[in-house]
Structures are given as C-alpha cells and as structure tokens.
C-alpha cells in the first residue's frame, strides 16, 4: 500500500468514526417517542373506541323529530366543496342537492352522471330520510364503489340535522313529532274521548 491509499482509508475510517460519535451524541438529545396518538384526524371519518362496542344510534324517525335545520347548514358547509343547494342551482363535482329529500335516488339533477353503483343500489328506491341517514352515515357501504369520497358523518345527530336542513330545501317531506309528547296526546285524548260508564 502507498502512502496515499493509506490517507485515504485514514480520512474513511475518520469520517465513519466522526458519524457515528455524532450519532450517539445527538441521540441523547432528540429521542424519537412513540406519539400518544397515532395519525392526525380526519374531518367526517368516525374514530373507533378501543376496546369498546360503538354505541348504536337512535331510529332516525325519532332523531329527526328533535332536528333543527339551522344547525344542519352549519354541518352542510363540510359538503358545500362539492355540492350546491340553491334552486336551480349547477351541478358541480357532486349533484345540486335541492329537493333531494323524498327524490328517487340516481335520478334527475340535471343530467348528473351517477355512478353506477349507486344507481344499482338506489333502483326502485328514493331518498327517504332512513336512506338519506345510511347514505350520509357512509357513502361507500351505503353503495359500495360510490363517486363519492367523504367518509360520512360520524355523529347521528349531525345527520338528522343535515337531513332537515336538506328537507327545508324544497322538499318539505312531513318531520315526525316527537314520540315522548305524540304518546302522551295520544294519552290525552283517549282520556278524553272515552265515554262516561254509566252507573248502574
């Protein structure tokens, strides 16, 4: 070996020495620690309790006796990316979404192009609010191999407020009262309609 070829593996074996001092140095101060929380949230996409069974939602019937339209435009700005809602209003990357409620499902809207599996999964069949609720639940189970990204929402009672919000928008299919008070009118006015049993 010259003189040369020995510098050069000298300066290799330094550099490779100085790496790996600056390796274990700089471990002491940046320790890598698994986060707390794994990923970042993702608007619309339900998160799974560990260990613990999801809660099951109420009937949408009697959720959408309690909903407030109002709040459902709140929750409607999530969809105002892809979807308009005005009368007459363009299609855009997803339908306009007036008078939805109570509309066939696939159909209408301008010519749309929906795709082909919600078109199968929605033959026959119209935009009824327990339709309206899977469907904004979740897109893609509701008709596997949907158009349509968004997750869904998570919160039921979003939904029912989204579904009333989309109800006030030329549709105004009739909301169910809610079932505690139509139960005790119901009580009410059997009281009152019974006859008197006459005395004997």
Known sequence: ??????????????????????????????KAERPEKM????EGVEEAS???????DKPIMEMMAAAVPDKG??????????HTIAQGGANGIGPNLWATAGEPIAAGKGGYAFSDALKTKGAGQSWTFENLNEWLKSPRKFAEGTKMTFAGLADAEDRANVIAYLNAQGSGLPIPA????ADGDTAAEGDAAAPATPAK
């Open 73 to 82: 435009a709140e929750v409607f700005k999530k969809c105002a990316a892809c």
């Open 39 to 42: 990923g970042y949230a993702i």
């Open 1 to 30: 070996m010259d003189i040369r070829t020995n510098m050069i593996a000298g300066w290799v074996l330094a550099a490779a020495g100085t790496a790996l001092g600056l390796s274990i140095v700089s471990g002491n101060f940046f």
């Open 178 to 181: 809610a079932a505690a008070a």
């Open 50 to 56: 560990e260990g613990a069974a999801p809660e099951a």
